[in-house]
């Protein structure tokens, strides 16, 4: 770190953040009002794995920018510099045109993505996701008199922020004080078998809770369910992998009742699971829509997009005559270049430093040391993950599986931070799921990074549970 922003004016940069800015996900209270607790924290610098506060402390960052995002670390010249140039030449175009970047981002992305062929450039995840929604309602217009509009969402899986979005929420905790809710979001439940609802275990189980989306769509009747939408692997939800048997299964109903396919890879794509540049791609299932956003970029600029096969695309564009068959649909920030440049670079990286290899190789290892981890402590009751995709949830007794209390898991979280090491943890609120500590590092992790991971996670849980 140079320390370029840490002369006299950080103190004017803190006080115009308390005064001015509204945080994201965090009560205000201890350092706003007349007598604060606390300083807000920013960020105000960050190299490969590491960042730097306002004060000049180094912290390792476990969670990849705070929400899985900054997939290849920070620092990288290569990204800005395609930035600079592209906005240089051309920052910014919208309507119903194209880029240069937009095009040379599209081809290397669907070379990734068999199956699938089209992209549709938007803001944000949440947005992504409301561009397949709204695709999947035009095609029960156009197709079936309006009639097969349902979108099933899961229990537990996130989809974003807007109130679309929320509607196929399965978070509780995130919905509780923003309803009512957009209708014809239907929900089923969720597949983590650590927390059972049938009496089955390993691919049993997997068939059985993709069964139980087979009993909502018949309840509701196939010819009113339109899609159905998942994250592969459940992020801020739990961390929850799908059980062995499950996603095949899936894939046979969606097929059996004519539902299309909507995974979301906000969380998951781009490399973070490993091997794969997308987890789907982990279950060999085939999407119709696939969004995605966090790592698009890394987070060097805004960036999302709604991928799709040729069969929706075709289904848009079949009947040229008609004024209405078309995707009457903009975001105004698609139209930025600086998103596909960072992207196309982003990707560029991933490939020549063979991160997704390292992804595998490095999750494996910290997979193994929390495992380790539970040996030695009582409170963990369940580790699981892919990748650098992990959680460790906590209990406070391994056969009721009571979850520990929200503020214990705070109490690790701000102890590891203590410790100049940022881990997460699920959404805390409500009780059953708000107890799973999180990680995801950048994908240039090395064994030293998850060791310091590890160890300041290991001296957290002694110092609050003993
Ligand atoms: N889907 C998933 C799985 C997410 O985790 C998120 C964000 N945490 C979103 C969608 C929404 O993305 P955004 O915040 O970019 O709108």
């Known amino acids: ?46 190299k490969g794995m590491r960042v730097w506060d306002q004060k000049g402390k180094e912290h390792l960052d476990a969670v990849s920018g ?40 599209s081809e290397k992305l669907i070379s990734k993505m068999p199956g699938l062929s089209r992209v549709y450039f938007t803001n944000s ?25 349902k979108i099933l969402y899961r229990e537990r899986d996130y989809h974003g922020t807007t109130i679309g979005a929320l509607s196929a929420g399965g978070q509780d905790e995130r919905n509780a004080q923003y309803g009512p809710f957009a209708p014809g979001f239907v929900r089923v439940p969720h597949c983590l ?6 009496d089955l275990s390993g691919e049993e189980y997997g068939k059985r809770a993709a069964d139980a989306i087979e009993e909502v769509i ?7 369910v ?20 499950y996603w095949p299964r899936v894939q046979e109903i969606c097929r059996k009742y004519d539902i299309l396919l909507h995974i979301d890879e906000v969380v998951c794509g781009v490399g973070r699971t490993g091997t794969h540049w997308f987890g789907y791609q982990h279950y060999g299932v085939e999407p119709d829509f696939v969004t995605m956003a966090k790592g698009v970029a890394s987070g060097y600029a805004a960036i999302a997009c709604c991928v799709t096969n040729e069969r929706v695309f075709e289904m848009f564009s079949d009947d040229a ?29 991933i490939e020549r430093e063979g991160l997704l290899e390292n992804t595998t190789r490095m999750g494996d290892y910290m997979l193994d040391q929390l495992h380790a981890l539970m040996d030695k402590h009582e409170v963990i009751g369940d580790v699981r993950g892919k990748g650098l995709f992990l959680g ?64 300041a996670t290991d001296n957290a849980l002694t110092k609050v549970f003993g």
């Open 193 to 198: 078998e650590y927390r059972a609802q049938w």
């Open 321 to 349: 005559d008609d004024p209405m068959n078309y995707f009457r649909d903009i975001s105004t920030f698609g139209g930025c270049t600086a998103g596909p440049a960072a992207a196309l670079a982003n990707m560029e990286i």
């Open 218 to 224: 018949l309840a509701e009747g196939p010819d009113t």
């Open 226 to 245: 339109g899609a159905l939408c998942l994250e592969p692997v459940t992020a801020g939800g739990g961390v929850i992998c799908p059980p062995e048997g």
């Open 392 to 455: 460790a949830e906590l209990v406070s007794d391994r056969t009721s599986k009571e979850p520990v209390a929200e503020k214990a898991v705070g109490a690790v979280v701000a102890d590891c931070n203590a410790q100049g090491v940022i881990i997460g943890a699920t959404n805390r609120s409500l009780p059953g799921f708000n107890n799973t500590l999180c990680y995801s590092p950048a994908l240039i992790a090395t064994k030293d990074d998850i060791d310091e991971i590890i160890t």
């Open 125 to 149: 995840g949440s947005e992504a996701n409301e561009k397949a929604f709204k695709m999947v309602r035009q095609i029960a217009h156009k197709r079936y008199g309006g009639k097969k509009h």
């Open 66 to 105: 705070g929400v899985w995002t900054v997939n290849v670390g920070y620092g990288r010249e290569e990204i800005a510099n395609a930035v600079r140039d592209q906005l240089i030449q051309l920052p910014y175009f919208a309507g119903s045109t194209g880029s240069i970047p937009g095009a040379m981002f």
């Open 1 to 46: 770190m140079d320390g370029k922003f840490l002369d006299n004016d950080i103190e004017k940069v803190v006080d115009a953040d308390r005064a001015h800015v509204w945080h994201h996900l965090i009560q205000h209270a201890p350092w706003t009002g007349p007598d604060p607790k606390a300083d807000p924290r920013i960020i105000v610098e960050g």
